[in-house]
């Protein structure tokens, strides 16, 4: 294995104690609103601030490259929220890298500093390189960097020792040269970041329903008379459906949160754009809230389905048309332990029948989750679970009801509609070679999970399309291990990051466009286009000139990769009109992607268009039976070895995926650090703890060292035997071979660790 540069894996750490207030109980609000222009005035200054921004999510304008919940069919002048609003700045900043910046610092040196000082050095200005024999990147010409891409990727003894990375941020345009570009070479080795979150969400609702996306559209919320919202806090990670929620709410719809944390978010919310609202103590979201212990969740849906079963609760007319498995399923509702439900939930029976009588009066149910429901070993079960409690109840494709599982980054899910995934159908890769020419790769390719094991085995070409795949993935040293086994690793992005210091052998950093900036190329101005949680494609035109003029845009980036490759190893692709003309590629996601007919007049649309949904739509369901398929399997939850706790990560409000803004957490009230772990005062008090002490975590149930120190005991509301720790500072305790069974995501919410005083202790 090559060892790599030996630049720190992790950054500093800030052994600050955190200071502590109390934990916010509304959302939004007036601080919301001086947040967000306190970040785009000190950023892009207030003018460029209110320019840029009032562009956000607009019909001419473009799209937050924030979260990916939807915009409302006529948004409001001011359609982002505070966190949005911050991703904007972020990228938007005029603030660019110079030269002399890498001849001053070494990757040593850089990777000592804080991922929000990296942050902070604004955008990357041209392409770099750093060879394998020095420790500073320096200037290269776009050419040269393209050819040395080529020509490893040519080099490869075999094609599948490369790997094409992308994140969420990705347009469609971009990912579908991505992947045409990784099976022209040879590979379907094509891992995500959706592998490292919603990937549990597509495998169990392609196995139930045939559709890996959600079945509602945003005005079914007004619709609902329930929703449901488990695994999720959407008022830092999607503050904009608390907009949907109040909405629903006036509507008459009632909102029942499930969650370990009762966060701010679900207590209440003031709508910034509301007067009303914002002078008053606004709307209260959750009517009801359910602390259920870490990974109880599969254990409370089956026992939710089991009331509804036994009382008859249940929507038999639906079931017998539009179903399959009910008779197994309704078994196995009946051979629950209630002893072991209360022990895996923390809920009583009476508890959970009097929430089965929620549901049970619901004509139109939808259920939202995120990560909290898909990053744990039986998380394809735990959804399929839920899918199970709406299939009893005929909650899908009628108004108001359905699944929606809400996405993290805003174009995840467009990406893997045309074509990023590891695991493409044979109909697809068809169309591939009936468009292109390109013969398909049989068998699956590498997901995240397993391009780190081979990496860390044999080495390769590691390619990233966007992201911070370093700080995103699980198990941070086996991740840094498999970089630096590497031959080359390519990163494609428009600000510093710890991915750029953990490397290959040789490192090619290339600078590209962001959302906000105009995408402008030797065939004039171009748009590109993405698709939101709920299924709508539509334009994003972003407006500002580049910071600088040896920037790209991502398409043309990885058409100048791909023609020099081609070069080399033959083909007929015109890469270079494609990179040229982004209406080429849209006609090439016509040809191969079903529900994209008149792309290029249709994305003009001011709402753009939806894709079809046969569930939503019509009832109709590809899966083997043609029916939705209830799920029997067993019953299961995480349970952490003796004397251990059950660990999830969480994220703060001030920072957006791996993209830290401050140590702040304004609505947990915690500031100064990010090194915390919640704990509930129990907990605290049988260990004998201290607010603010320090202790060292370390992963049990593993065969080697994974120990963490310098973190803070934060007492709060959270099940007793249940911890919470930041993401990504506690991804080194995550074991890369944790995983969640047929969706191979990281078990980011289910960790085993023990937690002990840290010496010296010196009082608070």
Request: hydrophobic letters at 35%; one cysteine or more.
């Amino acid at each position: 294995m090559v060892m790599g540069r030996g630049a720190s894996r992790t950054g500093p750490t800030n052994s600050q104690r955190p200071t502590l207030s109390s934990v916010k109980e509304v959302a939004a609000g007036l601080p919301a609103v001086v947040s967000a222009w306190k970040h785009g005035i000190a950023k892009m200054g207030p003018l460029e601030s209110a320019k840029t921004l009032s562009r956000a999510n607009q019909h001419s304008g473009f799209d937050c490259p924030g979260c990916a919940w939807p915009d409302p069919a006529e948004p409001s002048p001011f359609e982002y929220c505070e966190n949005g609003a911050k991703a904007i700045a972020d990228e938007a900043t005029d603030k660019v890298i110079q030269d002399s910046f890498w001849k001053e610092n070494s990757v040593l040196s850089l990777a000592r500093k804080s991922d929000i000082w990296l942050n902070a050095q604004g955008r990357l200005s041209r392409p770099l390189i750093m060879e394998r024999d020095s420790n500073h990147y320096k200037p290269i010409d776009w050419d040269r960097a393209f050819g040395i891409i080529g020509a490893a990727l040519f080099n490869l003894e075999n094609e599948d020792d490369a790997y094409f990375y992308t994140s969420g941020r990705a347009s469609n345009e971009a990912a579908f040269l991505w992947q045409l570009l990784a099976r022209q070479h040879g590979t379907n080795n094509l891992p995500d970041c959706s592998n490292m979150c919603h990937e549990s969400s597509g495998v169990a609702l392609g196995e139930s329903i045939g559709i890996g996306k959600g079945t509602v559209r945003l005005e079914d919320f007004d619709h609902s008379d329930l929703i449901v919202v488990v695994g999720q806090n959407p008022g830092t990670n999607h503050p904009r459906m608390l907009s949907a929620l109040s909405s629903a709410k006036r509507s008459g719809s009632s909102v029942l949160s499930i969650n370990p944390i009762k966060e701010t978010g679900m207590r209440g919310f003031r709508h910034p754009q509301n007067p009303i609202d914002m002078l008053g103590s606004g709307v209260k979201i959750a009517d009801d809230h359910v602390d259920i212990r870490i990974n109880g969740d599969m254990a409370l849906f089956r026992a939710i389905g089991s009331v509804m079963v036994e009382n008859g609760w249940v929507d038999k007319s639906f079931i017998d048309s539009s179903t399959s498995g009910y008779d197994s399923y309704a078994k196995a509702t009946k051979k629950i332990n209630w002893e072991e439900i209360e022990k895996a939930t923390g809920q009583s029976e009476t508890r959970i029948r009097d929430i089965a009588k929620i549901f049970s009066k619901s004509r139109s149910t939808i259920i939202c989750w995120a990560m909290g429901i898909t990053q744990h070993r039986n998380s394809v079960d735990t959804i399929r679970e839920i899918v199970n409690v709406l299939l009893l109840g005929g909650h899908i494709g009628r108004p108001g009801a359905g699944v929606c599982p809400v996405r993290g980054h805003s174009n995840v899910q467009g990406d893997r509609t045309v074509g990023i995934t590891h695991a493409p159908s044979a109909k697809f890769l068809a169309a591939i070679e009936k468009t292109y020419g390109i013969r398909p790769v049989e068998g699956h390719g590498a997901d995240a999970v397993h391009t780190v094991e081979r990496m860390r085995e044999r080495g390769g070409v590691f390619l990233s399309l966007g992201g911070n795949f370093l700080s995103a993935m699980s198990d941070t040293e086996r991740t840094a291990e498999a970089l630096e086994a590497c031959s080359l690793t390519v990163q494609i992005s428009t600000k510093l990051n710890r991915s750029h210091l953990i490397t290959g052998e040789t490192s090619i950093i290339l600078p590209c466009l962001g959302r906000t900036d105009e995408q402008v190329t030797s065939n004039g101005q171009q748009i590109l286009s993405v698709e939101n949680s709920m299924g709508v494609v539509h334009m994003s035109k972003g407006n500002k000139k580049r910071p600088s003029m040896s920037m790209r845009s991502e398409p043309t980036i990885i058409a100048g990769i791909a023609h020099k490759r081609q070069d080399m190893a033959g083909g007929a692709i015109k890469w270079l009109d494609l990179g040229s003309d982004f209406s080429l590629i849209r006609e090439g996601i016509e040809a191969t992607v079903p529900g994209f007919e008149a792309y290029n007049s249709r994305i003009l649309r001011p709402s753009g268009f939806e894709l079809p949904n046969p569930p939503r739509d019509n009832k109709t369901f590809r899966t083997p039976s043609g029916r939705a398929e209830f799920s029997s399997a067993g019953i299961s939850s995480f349970t952490p070895d003796d004397g251990a706790y059950t660990m999830m990560t969480i994220r703060s409000h001030d920072q957006f995926n791996t993209t830290i803004y401050t140590d702040n957490d304004r609505y947990r009230g915690i500031s100064g650090s990010r090194r915390i772990v919640l704990m509930s005062r129990e907990d605290i008090q049988e260990r004998g703890f201290r607010t603010g002490q320090t202790v060292v975590i370390s992963t049990t149930g593993v065969s080697r060292r994974m120990e963490s120190g310098e973190w803070s005991i934060v007492p709060y509301e959270i099940p007793k035997g249940c911890v919470a720790t930041y993401f990504p500072e506690s991804n080194h305790l995550i074991p890369i071979e944790s995983y969640a069974e047929g969706s191979f995501t990281p078990t980011s919410k289910s960790v085993s660790v023990i937690i002990n005083g840290q010496p010296p202790f010196l009082e608070p």
